[in-house]
């Protein structure tokens, strides 16, 4: 059985692409899964160095849609899990060195491989974009709630749509349930009711999450990392588990008190 | 844009296309570069339109028209159809283009389908109808509707919508629920009061009354 295209998109820059992709595909491969991930951002590749895997760059992907070498000699492995691999962006060159016909043909021949197929997405709706996409059967969209990355999920998902890509699915990150409480952020619902596509997750805002990409470690290797625990429930519902969203537990020192009590 | 001095060159809309009205006193020179800055502004509304060119106030030589007539059609692909000069002197530029009688192309409008959206409208999308529209579903912030006549939406209504937008004053516009960033009609625009407003429990409606576009509650 073939597995799945996943595309990770958002439209506005800086909301948290690689960082998705690289905690799902990370948690998704600590689930025996065959994960590939591939950096579609040429010309501003990191998903190198969140992984921490920027010094063992031989060949990129466009060596690889070139056939200047096989698929396999572009392929990372992760240090820790041998199921895990991802084909770095070319930083050299730039977004039109390839079509969108030869990213599907290579999405399509990776999915014959792996279970899962991650592809991130440069930031804006050019051609980067259109490259991203045209591979993926599933699109993730990741927005911020903050009203400018908002706006530009919904263009997203509208261009997504336009495209016949039908399977697309929301994560919130960097949600501060503080702000949310004091009426200085958009809740879920504000975003849900202006986007209306199906809630994948919510990621609470978070330090770890920049300590993590600095060391190049995924935070979902971290145990007791709240936003980890928020990715690898994502992970989970993407392959198909029933979890619940998360509540909002931090209620105050009372009510932490109290559940301390009970447990 | 009312202020002392008058404009070089007025722009009226009426049901079917554009007049053209150079005032009176103003320069040659002006008029253009009017009208430049007015098709760059606005340039996919004036865009493949037809206009007439109504020279009953101010005369302009041939050369002059002339040359008005290609910028309009360099600038936005803009057809001069027609030169007024007098008033009942009216010169017809395209000659296979048959004019039907004024009263004739209001009925063929009457009859004109509304268009029906049956998906949210999101960020970037525009949507414009020769007639009446009506959209299922929301309109997202960043998109825009416009429509000859009315516009219906069974939504939220948080973007831009544009009713009457040939001219047009009787046109309205119907939201379930009324957010827009702001609403035209015909040549008005309106901008939402700043800050949370009470949600109404109907529908809300925007027409023109005293001049001003104004939301109310039937």
């Known amino acids: 059985m073939a597995g799945k295209t996943i595309v990770v998109t958002s439209g506005k820059g800086g909301v948290g692409k690689t960082t998705t992709v690289a905690n799902i595909g990370t948690m998704l491969a600590k689930k025996k899964y065959n994960v590939c991930m591939i950096d579609a951002d040429i010309g501003l590749r990191n998903l190198d160095v969140v992984m921490g895997l920027e010094n063992r760059i031989v060949y990129n992907l466009i060596d690889v849609i070139e056939g200047n070498c096989r698929k396999a000699q572009a392929m990372i492995r992760d240090r820790k899990l041998t199921n895990l691999c991802m084909i770095p962006a070319a930083q050299t060159r730039e977004k039109n060195a390839i079509n969108p016909e030869q990213m599907k043909n290579l999405c399509q021949e990776l999915a014959e491989e792996f279970d899962f197929v991650f592809i991130d997405c440069p930031a804006g709706i050019e051609q980067g974009f259109k490259n991203a996409v045209a591979g993926a059967q599933t699109a993730i969209v990741v927005t911020t709630p903050e009203v400018s990355a908002i706006r530009d999920a919904d263009r997203v998902i509208g261009l997504l749509e336009a495209g016949l890509l039908r399977d697309i699915h929301l994560i919130i990150n960097r949600l501060n349930q503080r702000m949310v409480k004091k009426g200085d952020m958009m809740s879920t619902a504000d975003i849900l009711s202006l986007l209306a596509v199906p809630l994948l997750g919510v990621v609470p805002e978070s330090e770890e999450v920049v300590i993590s990409t600095n060391r190049g470690v995924p935070l979902v290797h971290q145990k007791g990392s709240k936003a980890g625990r928020a990715f690898s429930n994502i992970a989970s519902r993407l392959n198909g588990e029933d979890v619940p969203i998360e509540e909002d537990k931090s209620d105050g020192f009372f009510a932490k008190v109290k559940r301390f009590m009970q447990s | ?218």
């Open chain 2, 1 to 218: 844009m009312k202020s002392d001095t008058p404009l070089p060159i007025q722009i009226k809309a009426t049901r079917d296309r554009f007049i053209l009205a150079p005032d009176a006193k103003a320069s040659f020179a002006e008029i253009i570069r009017y009208l430049e800055k007015r098709l760059q502004e606005s340039k996919d509304f004036f865009y493949h339109s037809e206009m007439c060119l109504d020279l009953s106030n101010r005369p302009l030589a041939t050369d002059q028209i002339q040359q008005l007539q290609k910028m309009l059609a360099e600038r936005a692909g803009v057809k001069l159809i027609e030169i007024k000069i007098g008033e009942d002197l009216v010169y017809s530029l395209d000659r296979g283009h048959e004019r039907p009688r004024a009263a004739a192309v209001v009925s063929q409008k009457q009859d004109c389908a509304p268009m029906i959206v049956r998906s949210t409208c999101r960020s970037g999308t525009l949507v414009e109808s020769p007639a009446d529209c009506v959209v299922l579903g929301d309109v997202n912030p960043g998109a825009e509707v416009v429509a000859v006549k009315d516009i219906i939406i069974f939504g939220s209504l948080r973007g831009v919508a544009h009713a009457g937008a040939t001219g047009d004053r009787l046109a309205r516009i119907w939201a379930l629920n009324m957010e827009p960033s702001q609403l035209r009609i015909a040549d008005l625009v309106a901008l939402p009061p700043r800050g949370g407003k009470p949600i109404p429990k109907r529908f809300e409606v925007a027409e023109i009354r005293d001049n001003m576009i104004q939301v109310i509650t039937l």
